[in-house]
C-alpha cells in the first residue's frame, strides 16, 4: 500500500465516522391486515400437497389451474391424501388484483364472472396466494406483497410453504414516496404530456386517474425509477429525502479532503444485495472509494450525480446487481447515458459517471482520475432544494469551470428533459392555449403585449404545449443550452394588437381577430354587419348586440 492509498484510507474512515447516514427514523408508513386466507393455484397434485402442509391458515381454497404433470398413481394418491377434505375449483382466472390482505380473484362460473374469494370463502377478497403453476399470475415485473409464484422443485419451496403462516396479522412498510401534482407534467386540460414514471414502474403501482398520476402505495416496492425519470420533481423519493441525501455527500466528501484525503469518488449501492457485495469487495477496492448505501440504486438520479461531481467527487459509480429489476436498469443506463453526453459535451470524461456490476468494479475500473475541482463549492443545498434548481445549479458549477471552450448548446438524444420550443409564426395566432397547459411556466404570455415568452431552463419537453396548440405550430427540441440565457424569459413570437373599431381599445392580437373573420364569415350568426362585431372588444361587442336586439327584436328568437 503506497503512502498516498493509506492516507486514502484514513480520510475515508474518517469521513464515515465523522458524518452520519441520513437514515429515516420514522418514516410514514401503510399498514397491511391479513388473516389467513390463502389461495393456491397451479396443477391438482401440487397444489393439495401444498396444502397438506399448512394447518395454521384461516382458510384455503385450491383453485386448479392447469393438469397435473406427474401421473404416478402412487403420487397421485398422496396427493389427495394431503388435503382430501378440501374441495378442488377448475376455473379460469379472468381478472386479478391487490396486494397482500385483499386480493380479488375474478373468475368464470356458471357463465358468469364472479370473485373467487366470495364463491369459495363469503369473503371480499384473499389474504395471500401461492402460486404453483408455471406462469405467473401477474404480468408486473414485481409482483405485490403476499403473492409467491413458485416451482414445485424449487429449492426454496419447503422455507417459502413453512414461513406463509408468518404473514398473519398486522405488517407496515414505508410510504417511498411523496407526490407535488403542481408541478407535474403529466396532463392538463384534457392533452397528455409526460409520462415517464408510467412508463417505468416495475410494480404497476402508478395510474393516471383524472388526468393525476397516483401511487398506491401498497402496491409500490420503492424502486425508485419514476423519481429519477421525473423530470420536474413532481414525484420524490422520502428514504432519505434528496436534500437530505445531498446535503449528506457534500459533508462525506468535504470531511474526506478535510482529512487529507484525494481524488474521492463515491459508490452507490442498494442496502441489501449491492450491501453483501461492497463487505466482500471492499478490501479488493481502491482506498478513495467511499460507499453511500441507498435504500435502491435507483432512487439516486442525475441531479444527485451531477451534484456530487460539481461538489469535488472524482467519479461516480453505480452498482449494479442481480437484484436491480431490468426496467430500472434500462432506465439506469438511460440516464446514465444522457449525463454522459453531458459530461462529454463540456469536456469532462464520460467515465467519470459509470454503471457498473461487481466484476467491472474489480476488474475493469478506471484508473484514479483528476479531480474536477481544486475548491469544493459552496453547498448546493443552501440554493436548491428542488430537483430541477439542484441539477441546473450543479450544471452551472460544471459550465464554470469546463476545461475546454463550450458551443452554444449541446444536443441532446430526442426524448431528453431539456430543450427549446420552436414557433411558426406564420400560424401562430397567440391564442396562449400553450401558456395555458404548460406545468413549469416555461411559456408565459407577454402580459399586456400580445407576445410569447420562453424561458428554456424550465421546459422539461412534456409536449403539452405541443399537443394543445390548435395550429399545429409548435415544435420540440432536445438539447442544454450552455448560457444564462437559459434563466430568462425570451420572447419567440410577438404580433401587434388589434384596436377595438368602435373604442380603439387593444383587445387581441391582430392574427387572431384575422383567424376568427375567416373562420366565422359564413356563420349564420355573423352576416352582414354582424361581422364587424368581430372587431369589436367584449364591452362594445354586447352594447352592438344589445342595440340591434332593441332595434329589431324579431332577432330575440334566432338566439
Same mark, same amino acid.
Not at 154 to 162: E, T
Not at 318 to 327: G, H, I, K, Y
Not at 472 to 494: M, V
Given at each position: 500500500?503506497?503512502?498516498?492509498?493509506?492516507?486514502?484510507?484514513?480520510?475515508?474512515?474518517?469521513?464515515?465516522?465523522?458524518?452520519?447516514?441520513?437514515?429515516?427514523?420514522?418514516?410514514?408508513?401503510?399498514?397491511?391486515?391479513?388473516?389467513?386466507?390463502?389461495?393456491?393455484?397451479?396443477? &391438482?397434485?401440487?397444489?393439495?400437497?401444498?396444502?397438506?402442509?399448512?394447518?395454521?391458515?384461516?382458510?384455503?381454497?385450491?383453485?386448479?389451474?392447469?393438469?397435473?404433470?406427474?401421473?404416478?398413481?402412487?403420487?397421485? &394418491?398422496?396427493?389427495? /391424501?394431503?388435503?382430501?377434505?378440501?374441495?378442488?375449483?377448475?376455473?379460469?382466472?379472468?381478472?386479478?388484483?391487490?396486494?397482500?390482505?385483499?386480493?380479488?380473484?375474478?373468475? /368464470?362460473?356458471? &357463465?358468469?364472472?364472479?370473485?373467487?374469494?366470495?364463491?369459495?370463502?363469503?369473503?371480499?377478497?384473499?389474504?395471500?396466494?401461492?402460486?404453483?403453476?408455471?406462469?405467473?399470475?401477474?404480468?408486473?415485473?414485481?409482483?405485490?406483497?403476499?403473492?409467491?409464484?413458485?416451482?414445485?422443485?424449487?429449492?426454496?419451496?419447503?422455507?417459502?410453504?413453512?414461513?406463509?403462516?408468518?404473514?398473519?396479522?398486522?405488517? &407496515?412498510?414505508?410510504?417511498?414516496?411523496?407526490?407535488?401534482?403542481?408541478?407535474?407534467?403529466?396532463?392538463?386540460?384534457?392533452?397528455?404530456?409526460?409520462? !415517464?414514471?408510467?412508463?417505468?414502474?416495475?410494480?404497476?403501482?402508478?395510474?393516471?386517474?383524472?388526468?393525476?398520476?397516483?401511487?398506491?402505495?401498497?402496491?409500490?416496492?420503492?424502486?425508485?425509477?419514476?423519481?429519477?425519470?421525473?423530470?420536474?420533481?413532481?414525484?420524490?423519493?422520502?428514504?432519505?429525502?434528496?436534500? !437530505?441525501?445531498?446535503?449528506?455527500?457534500?459533508?462525506?466528501?468535504?470531511?474526506?479532503?478535510?482529512?487529507?484525503?484525494?481524488?474521492?469518488?463515491?459508490?452507490?449501492?442498494?442496502?441489501?444485495?449491492?450491501?453483501?457485495?461492497?463487505?466482500?469487495?471492499?478490501?479488493?477496492?481502491?482506498?478513495?472509494?467511499?460507499?453511500?448505501?441507498?435504500?435502491?440504486?435507483?432512487?439516486?438520479?442525475?441531479?444527485?450525480?451531477?451534484?456530487?461531481?460539481?461538489?469535488?467527487?472524482? /467519479?461516480?459509480?453505480?452498482?449494479?446487481?442481480?437484484?436491480?429489476?431490468?426496467? %430500472?436498469?434500462?432506465?439506469?443506463?438511460?440516464?446514465?447515458?444522457?449525463?454522459?453526453? %453531458?459530461?462529454?459535451?463540456?469536456?469532462?470524461?464520460?467515465?467519470? =459517471?459509470?454503471?457498473?456490476?461487481?466484476?467491472?468494479?474489480?476488474?475493469?475500473?478506471?484508473?484514479?482520475?483528476?479531480?474536477?475541482?481544486?475548491?469544493?463549492?459552496?453547498?448546493?443545498?443552501?440554493?436548491?432544494?428542488?430537483? !430541477?434548481?439542484?441539477?441546473?445549479?450543479?450544471?452551472?458549477?460544471?459550465?464554470?469551470?469546463?476545461?475546454?471552450?463550450?458551443?452554444?448548446?449541446?444536443?441532446?438524444?430526442?426524448?431528453?428533459?431539456?430543450?427549446?420550443?420552436?414557433?411558426?409564426?406564420?400560424?401562430?395566432?397567440?391564442?396562449?392555449?400553450?401558456?395555458?397547459?404548460?406545468?413549469?411556466?416555461?411559456?408565459?404570455?407577454?402580459?399586456?403585449?400580445?407576445?410569447?415568452?420562453?424561458?428554456?431552463?424550465?421546459?422539461?419537453?412534456?409536449?403539452?404545449?405541443?399537443?394543445?396548440?390548435?395550429?399545429?405550430?409548435?415544435?420540440?427540441?432536445?438539447?442544454?443550452?450552455?448560457?444564462?440565457?437559459?434563466?430568462?424569459?425570451?420572447?419567440?413570437?410577438?404580433?401587434?394588437?388589434?384596436?377595438?373599431?368602435?373604442?380603439?381599445?387593444?383587445?387581441?392580437?391582430? !392574427?387572431?381577430?384575422?383567424?376568427?373573420?375567416?373562420?366565422?364569415?359564413?356563420?349564420?350568426?355573423?352576416?352582414?354587419?354582424?361581422?364587424?362585431? =368581430?372587431? %369589436?372588444?367584449?364591452?362594445?361587442?354586447?352594447?352592438?348586440?344589445?342595440?340591434?336586439?332593441?332595434?329589431?327584436?324579431?332577432?330575440?328568437?334566432?338566439?
Amino acid at each position: 500500500m503506497t503512502n498516498e492509498q493509506s492516507l486514502n484510507n484514513l480520510a475515508r474512515q474518517a469521513a464515515q465516522a465523522k458524518v452520519t447516514p441520513p437514515h429515516n427514523l420514522a418514516p410514514a408508513t401503510v399498514t397491511f391486515s391479513t388473516q389467513g386466507h390463502l389461495l393456491i393455484t397451479g396443477s &391438482e397434485d401440487m397444489i393439495r400437497l401444498a396444502a397438506g402442509q399448512l394447518n395454521e391458515m384461516a382458510s384455503i381454497t385450491l383453485l386448479s389451474t392447469e393438469a397435473i404433470r406427474n401421473t404416478d398413481s402412487a403420487h397421485i &394418491e398422496q396427493a389427495l /391424501q394431503a388435503a382430501a377434505e378440501l374441495p378442488v375449483y377448475q376455473t379460469k382466472i379472468e381478472a386479478i388484483k391487490g396486494f397482500l390482505g385483499q386480493f380479488q380473484v375474478t373468475v /368464470q362460473h356458471e &357463465e358468469q364472472s364472479i370473485e373467487l374469494a366470495k364463491l369459495t370463502q363469503k369473503r371480499a377478497s384473499f389474504d395471500l396466494i401461492l402460486n404453483l403453476g408455471e406462469n405467473s399470475l401477474f404480468s408486473t415485473e414485481l409482483a405485490p406483497a403476499g403473492y409467491f409464484h413458485l416451482a414445485p422443485d424449487a429449492d426454496n419451496f419447503s422455507d417459502v410453504i413453512s414461513q406463509l403462516p408468518d404473514y398473519i396479522g398486522e405488517f &407496515e412498510k414505508p410510504r417511498y414516496f411523496q407526490v407535488n401534482n403542481d408541478i407535474c407534467a403529466h396532463s392538463n386540460r384534457g392533452q397528455t404530456g409526460c409520462t !415517464r414514471c408510467l412508463d417505468v414502474c416495475p410494480a404497476d403501482a402508478i395510474s393516471s386517474i383524472k388526468d393525476l398520476i397516483n401511487i398506491d402505495p401498497y402496491l409500490c416496492h420503492g424502486a425508485g425509477g419514476c423519481s429519477t425519470a421525473c423530470p420536474t420533481g413532481a414525484i420524490s423519493y422520502t428514504l432519505p429525502k434528496p436534500v !437530505r441525501l445531498l446535503d449528506y455527500m457534500q459533508k462525506l466528501l468535504h470531511a474526506y479532503k478535510e482529512a487529507d484525503g484525494t481524488q474521492p469518488a463515491l459508490l452507490f449501492h442498494d442496502h441489501e444485495q449491492g450491501q453483501q457485495l461492497l463487505t466482500q469487495l471492499l478490501p479488493q477496492l481502491p482506498d478513495n472509494l467511499i460507499p453511500i448505501e441507498l435504500e435502491e440504486i435507483s432512487a439516486a438520479g442525475q441531479e444527485l450525480w451531477l451534484a456530487a461531481l460539481a461538489a469535488g467527487a472524482t /467519479q461516480i459509480l453505480l452498482l449494479d446487481t442481480p437484484a436491480v429489476p431490468e426496467s %430500472m436498469r434500462t432506465l439506469l443506463k438511460r440516464e446514465v447515458k444522457l449525463t454522459q453526453t %453531458m459530461l462529454s459535451g463540456l469536456g469532462y470524461n464520460e467515465s467519470q =459517471l459509470q454503471f457498473i456490476g461487481a466484476e467491472e468494479l474489480t476488474t475493469d475500473i478506471a484508473a484514479p482520475l483528476t479531480s474536477l475541482f481544486t475548491v469544493i463549492p459552496d453547498p448546493l443545498t443552501s440554493v436548491a432544494e428542488n430537483k !430541477r434548481d439542484v441539477l441546473f445549479v450543479a450544471l452551472d458549477h460544471l459550465i464554470k469551470h469546463a476545461p475546454q471552450p463550450l458551443p452554444e448548446h449541446l444536443t441532446l438524444p430526442a426524448g431528453s428533459p431539456f430543450g427549446q420550443v420552436s414557433i411558426n409564426a406564420s400560424s401562430c395566432t397567440l391564442c396562449l392555449s400553450c401558456v395555458a397547459v404548460c406545468p413549469t411556466q416555461a411559456l408565459t404570455s407577454g402580459g399586456e403585449k400580445p407576445a410569447l415568452n420562453f424561458t428554456e431552463q424550465n421546459c422539461v419537453q412534456c409536449n403539452l404545449c405541443e399537443r394543445a396548440c390548435p395550429e399545429n405550430a409548435i415544435q420540440l427540441e432536445s438539447r442544454l443550452l450552455l448560457s444564462d440565457t437559459r434563466k430568462q424569459p425570451i420572447e419567440i413570437h410577438a404580433d401587434v394588437a388589434f384596436e377595438c373599431i368602435t373604442c380603439s381599445k387593444p383587445f387581441a392580437p391582430r !392574427r387572431t381577430v384575422e383567424k376568427m373573420l375567416d373562420k366565422l364569415s359564413e356563420h349564420r350568426m355573423f352576416q352582414g354587419e354582424a361581422l364587424n362585431r =368581430l372587431k %369589436m372588444c367584449e364591452d362594445c361587442r354586447v352594447k352592438d348586440i344589445f342595440v340591434d336586439l332593441t332595434q329589431n327584436p324579431e332577432k330575440q328568437l334566432e338566439l
